[in-house]
T-cell receptor
Protein backbone atom coordinates (compact mmCIF):
# COMPACT_ATOMS: atom_id res chain seq x y z
CA UNK A 1 0.00 0.00 0.00
CA UNK A 2 1.36 3.42 -0.94
CA UNK A 3 1.82 5.43 2.25
CA UNK A 4 3.60 8.55 3.44
CA UNK A 5 4.33 8.96 7.14
CA UNK A 6 5.59 12.13 8.75
CA UNK A 7 7.12 12.90 12.10
CA UNK A 8 6.82 14.56 14.45
CA UNK A 9 3.10 15.20 14.29
CA UNK A 10 3.62 18.61 15.89
CA UNK A 11 6.57 20.70 16.96
CA UNK A 12 7.08 23.92 18.90
CA UNK A 13 10.38 25.80 18.63
CA UNK A 14 11.69 29.23 19.56
CA UNK A 15 12.26 31.84 16.90
CA UNK A 16 15.75 31.65 15.45
CA UNK A 17 16.20 27.95 16.16
CA UNK A 18 16.59 25.24 13.53
CA UNK A 19 14.38 22.20 13.14
CA UNK A 20 14.13 19.08 11.00
CA UNK A 21 10.96 17.36 9.84
CA UNK A 22 10.94 13.74 8.70
CA UNK A 23 9.08 11.89 5.96
CA UNK A 24 9.13 8.14 5.28
CA UNK A 25 7.33 6.65 2.31
CA UNK A 26 6.49 3.29 0.81
CA UNK A 27 5.23 4.71 -2.50
CA UNK A 28 6.23 2.83 -5.62
CA UNK A 29 7.12 3.36 -8.39
CA UNK A 30 8.58 6.62 -7.13
CA UNK A 31 8.52 9.67 -9.36
CA UNK A 32 9.23 12.66 -7.17
CA UNK A 33 8.81 14.03 -3.64
CA UNK A 34 7.60 17.48 -2.72
CA UNK A 35 7.41 19.39 0.51
CA UNK A 36 4.46 21.74 0.79
CA UNK A 37 3.81 24.49 3.33
CA UNK A 38 0.20 25.03 4.30
CA UNK A 39 -0.66 28.13 6.29
CA UNK A 40 -3.85 28.01 8.32
CA UNK A 41 -6.86 28.61 6.10
CA UNK A 42 -4.89 28.46 2.87
CA UNK A 43 -4.02 25.88 0.27
CA UNK A 44 -0.64 24.11 0.26
CA UNK A 45 2.26 25.86 -1.49
CA UNK A 46 5.21 23.92 -2.88
CA UNK A 47 8.60 24.49 -1.23
CA UNK A 48 10.83 21.96 -2.97
CA UNK A 49 10.58 19.10 -5.43
CA UNK A 50 13.10 16.27 -5.64
CA UNK A 51 13.46 13.49 -8.16
CA UNK A 52 15.09 10.10 -7.68
CA UNK A 53 18.61 11.32 -8.52
CA UNK A 54 18.59 14.37 -6.26
CA UNK A 55 19.90 14.20 -2.69
CA UNK A 56 19.57 17.79 -1.54
CA UNK A 57 17.65 20.85 -2.65
CA UNK A 58 17.42 24.24 -1.00
CA UNK A 59 14.91 27.05 -1.16
CA UNK A 60 16.06 29.91 1.02
CA UNK A 61 16.04 28.75 4.62
CA UNK A 62 14.44 25.44 3.65
CA UNK A 63 16.68 22.48 2.74
CA UNK A 64 15.21 19.15 1.72
CA UNK A 65 17.11 15.88 1.54
CA UNK A 66 16.15 12.62 -0.10
CA UNK A 67 17.50 9.11 0.39
CA UNK A 68 15.77 7.05 -2.28
CA UNK A 69 17.37 3.84 -1.01
CA UNK A 70 15.85 4.09 2.45
CA UNK A 71 12.81 6.01 1.16
CA UNK A 72 13.30 8.84 3.59
CA UNK A 73 13.23 12.59 3.22
CA UNK A 74 13.78 15.46 5.61
CA UNK A 75 13.03 19.15 5.57
CA UNK A 76 15.42 21.33 7.53
CA UNK A 77 14.40 24.87 8.46
CA UNK A 78 17.21 27.21 9.42
CA UNK A 79 16.86 30.26 11.66
CA UNK A 80 13.12 29.85 12.04
CA UNK A 81 10.78 32.82 11.87
CA UNK A 82 7.29 33.35 13.25
CA UNK A 83 5.97 33.14 9.69
CA UNK A 84 7.24 29.56 9.44
CA UNK A 85 4.37 28.50 11.69
CA UNK A 86 2.33 26.24 9.43
CA UNK A 87 1.67 22.65 8.49
CA UNK A 88 4.40 21.01 6.39
CA UNK A 89 3.18 18.23 4.15
CA UNK A 90 5.30 15.63 2.37
CA UNK A 91 3.81 14.53 -0.96
CA UNK A 92 5.13 11.65 -3.05
CA UNK A 93 4.18 11.24 -6.69
CA UNK A 94 4.09 7.84 -8.33
CA UNK A 95 3.21 6.78 -11.83
CA UNK A 96 0.34 4.52 -12.82
CA UNK A 97 -1.31 3.55 -16.06
CA UNK A 98 -3.84 6.27 -15.36
CA UNK A 99 -1.24 8.97 -14.93
CA UNK A 100 0.62 10.43 -11.99
CA UNK A 101 -0.81 10.03 -8.50
CA UNK A 102 -0.04 12.09 -5.41
CA UNK A 103 0.13 10.52 -1.96
CA UNK A 104 0.00 12.98 0.94
CA UNK A 105 1.42 12.64 4.41
CA UNK A 106 -0.65 13.88 7.33
CA UNK A 107 1.72 16.78 7.89
CA UNK A 108 3.81 18.19 10.72
CA UNK A 109 2.27 21.14 12.50
CA UNK A 110 5.07 23.60 13.31
CA UNK A 111 4.67 26.48 15.71
CA UNK A 112 7.42 29.06 16.10
CA UNK A 113 7.25 31.12 19.27
CA UNK A 114 9.06 34.18 20.62
CA UNK B 1 -0.27 34.65 -13.34
CA UNK B 2 -3.61 34.05 -11.65
CA UNK B 3 -3.76 31.09 -9.32
CA UNK B 4 -6.42 28.47 -8.79
CA UNK B 5 -9.68 30.17 -7.84
CA UNK B 6 -12.25 28.53 -5.60
CA UNK B 7 -15.61 29.67 -4.31
CA UNK B 8 -17.17 30.03 -1.91
CA UNK B 9 -14.47 30.35 0.76
CA UNK B 10 -16.81 29.24 3.52
CA UNK B 11 -20.12 27.41 3.62
CA UNK B 12 -22.32 26.30 6.49
CA UNK B 13 -25.23 23.97 5.77
CA UNK B 14 -27.48 21.63 7.65
CA UNK B 15 -27.16 17.89 7.24
CA UNK B 16 -29.14 16.44 4.35
CA UNK B 17 -28.87 19.72 2.43
CA UNK B 18 -27.02 20.03 -0.85
CA UNK B 19 -23.94 22.12 -1.59
CA UNK B 20 -21.77 22.87 -4.61
CA UNK B 21 -18.21 24.14 -4.88
CA UNK B 22 -16.63 25.76 -7.89
CA UNK B 23 -13.03 25.72 -9.12
CA UNK B 24 -11.33 27.65 -11.90
CA UNK B 25 -7.88 26.18 -12.55
CA UNK B 26 -4.81 27.96 -13.86
CA UNK B 27 -5.17 28.61 -17.57
CA UNK B 28 -3.75 25.82 -19.68
CA UNK B 29 -3.65 23.24 -16.90
CA UNK B 30 -5.06 19.96 -18.16
CA UNK B 31 -5.08 18.16 -14.83
CA UNK B 32 -7.53 19.14 -12.11
CA UNK B 33 -7.85 17.57 -8.68
CA UNK B 34 -10.41 17.79 -5.89
CA UNK B 35 -9.19 16.95 -2.40
CA UNK B 36 -10.94 16.65 0.93
CA UNK B 37 -8.91 17.73 3.95
CA UNK B 38 -10.36 16.91 7.35
CA UNK B 39 -8.97 18.94 10.24
CA UNK B 40 -5.59 17.59 11.34
CA UNK B 41 -5.17 15.30 8.35
CA UNK B 42 -3.49 15.51 4.98
CA UNK B 43 -5.56 16.03 1.83
CA UNK B 44 -7.35 12.99 0.42
CA UNK B 45 -7.94 12.78 -3.31
CA UNK B 46 -11.60 12.67 -4.28
CA UNK B 47 -11.33 12.92 -8.04
CA UNK B 48 -8.73 13.67 -10.71
CA UNK B 49 -9.57 14.97 -14.17
CA UNK B 50 -7.41 15.05 -17.27
CA UNK B 51 -9.08 17.67 -19.47
CA UNK B 52 -12.76 16.72 -19.16
CA UNK B 53 -12.17 13.02 -18.55
CA UNK B 54 -12.02 11.32 -15.14
CA UNK B 55 -8.65 9.70 -14.38
CA UNK B 56 -9.31 8.57 -10.82
CA UNK B 57 -12.47 8.74 -8.74
CA UNK B 58 -11.86 5.63 -6.67
CA UNK B 59 -12.18 7.49 -3.36
CA UNK B 60 -15.19 9.60 -4.32
CA UNK B 61 -18.30 8.59 -2.32
CA UNK B 62 -20.43 8.34 -5.43
CA UNK B 63 -23.68 7.87 -3.55
CA UNK B 64 -23.52 11.50 -2.45
CA UNK B 65 -20.62 13.21 -4.20
CA UNK B 66 -20.43 14.15 -7.87
CA UNK B 67 -18.05 16.25 -9.90
CA UNK B 68 -17.88 17.45 -13.44
CA UNK B 69 -15.48 19.41 -15.58
CA UNK B 70 -17.38 20.62 -18.57
CA UNK B 71 -15.24 21.76 -21.50
CA UNK B 72 -12.13 20.73 -19.60
CA UNK B 73 -11.76 24.02 -17.75
CA UNK B 74 -13.89 24.91 -14.70
CA UNK B 75 -15.09 22.21 -12.36
CA UNK B 76 -17.85 21.82 -9.80
CA UNK B 77 -18.02 19.41 -6.89
CA UNK B 78 -21.43 18.66 -5.41
CA UNK B 79 -22.53 16.92 -2.24
CA UNK B 80 -26.11 15.74 -2.00
CA UNK B 81 -27.19 15.09 0.71
CA UNK B 82 -24.49 16.29 3.11
CA UNK B 83 -23.54 14.44 6.28
CA UNK B 84 -21.86 15.74 9.42
CA UNK B 85 -18.65 13.88 8.52
CA UNK B 86 -18.40 15.86 5.29
CA UNK B 87 -17.24 18.88 7.31
CA UNK B 88 -13.81 19.59 5.90
CA UNK B 89 -11.83 21.87 3.61
CA UNK B 90 -12.28 21.03 -0.05
CA UNK B 91 -9.18 21.87 -2.05
CA UNK B 92 -8.96 22.19 -5.78
CA UNK B 93 -5.59 21.90 -7.50
CA UNK B 94 -4.44 22.02 -11.09
CA UNK B 95 -1.32 21.10 -12.99
CA UNK B 96 0.09 20.54 -16.43
CA UNK B 97 -0.01 16.79 -15.92
CA UNK B 98 2.73 14.19 -15.74
CA UNK B 99 4.98 14.78 -12.76
CA UNK B 100 4.74 18.55 -12.74
CA UNK B 101 3.70 20.48 -9.67
CA UNK B 102 0.10 20.73 -8.54
CA UNK B 103 -0.98 24.26 -7.61
CA UNK B 104 -3.64 24.57 -4.95
CA UNK B 105 -6.47 26.99 -4.43
CA UNK B 106 -7.29 28.37 -0.99
CA UNK B 107 -10.04 25.84 -0.47
CA UNK B 108 -13.66 25.93 0.60
CA UNK B 109 -14.30 25.30 4.27
CA UNK B 110 -17.54 23.35 4.66
CA UNK B 111 -19.27 23.00 7.99
CA UNK B 112 -22.24 20.65 8.20
CA UNK B 113 -24.40 21.16 11.30
Amino acid sequence: KNQVEQSPQSLIILEGKNCTLQCNYTVSPFSNLRWYKQDTGRGPVSLTIMTFSENTKSNGRYTATLDADTKQSSLHITASQLSDSASYICVVTYLTGGGNKLTFGTGTQLKVEL
Amino acid sequence: EAGVAQSPRYKIIEKRQSVAFWCNPISGHATLYWYQQILGQGPKLLIQFQNNGVVDDSQLPKDRFSAERLKGVDSTLKIQPAKLEDSAVYLCASGLGGTTEAFFGQGTRLTVV
